[in-house]
T-cell receptor, first 114, second 108 residues
């Protein structure tokens, strides 16, 4: 298995809702990442998990809450989002943090906040 | 924060022509990577060049790196319509941060 699987592919949520994005990989990668991408812009790093521990939080608002239950799974819990949070959320993994390997990206969750 | 600029922002060529994209970055790096993205979906890793390398090839791809100028270039030779996509460079100083990207359109 050489893929990163993200679910759901599309999500529409209200500003008072609570939802979660899920990401899964079975490549034995020990680093996992969340990126946010607005239309016609590059991906922006949100969080980095290294060996299942949060190692980098790029000053992301607390309405985004990451979780790494085990080495294969990464969640992003969403609560009280704003319309400007609408974006493509990308999960990625790499073999090990700080090592010269390419990242494997999932196909993303397109989130719309109404 | 984003690493830097990519040049050009958009490139339109005919099938069979070569496409060259340039990237500048701001910080010291461990390596620099190039990715392709089709239609706003997931990114696909194309090639990685380490900071102590100057040039690397992979199939129709050629990447150069000039750490003194903090710049890199991606050359796609003999382009195909299927190469139409957005291309991003990504600098890795410990965490991967992306340039602004080049939108490549290859006309059949």
């Amino acid at each position: 298995d050489t893929e990163v699987t993200q679910t759901p592919k599309h999500l529409v949520m209200g500003m008072t809702n609570k939802k979660s994005l899920k990401c899964e990989q079975h490549m034995g990668h020990r680093a996992m990442y969340w990126y946010k991408q607005k239309a016609k812009k590059p991906p922006e790093l949100m969080f980095v998990y290294s060996y299942e521990k949060l190692s980098i939080n790029e000053s992301v608002p607390s309405r985004f809450s990451p979780e790494c239950p085990n080495s294969s799974l990464l969640n992003l819990h969403l609560h009280a989002l704003q319309p400007e949070d609408s974006a493509l959320y990308l999960c990625a993994s790499s073999q090990a943090p700080g090592q010269p390997y390419g990242y494997t990206f999932g196909s993303g969750t397109r989130l719309t906040v109404v | 924060s984003q690493q830097g600029e990519e040049d050009p922002q958009a490139l339109s060529i005919q099938e069979g022509e070569n496409a060259t994209m340039n990237c500048s970055y701001k910080t010291s790096i461990n390596n620099l990577q190039w990715y392709r993205q089709n239609s706003g979906r997931g990114l696909v890793h194309l090639i990685l060049i380490r900071s102590n390398e100057r040039e690397k090839h992979s199939g129709r791809l050629r990447v150069t790196l000039d750490t003194s100028k903090k710049s890199s270039s991606l050359l796609i030779t003999a382009s195909r319509a299927a190469d139409t996509a957005s291309y991003f460079c990504a600098a890795d100083p410990g965490k991967l941060t992306f340039g602004q990207g080049t939108i490549l359109t290859v006309h059949p």
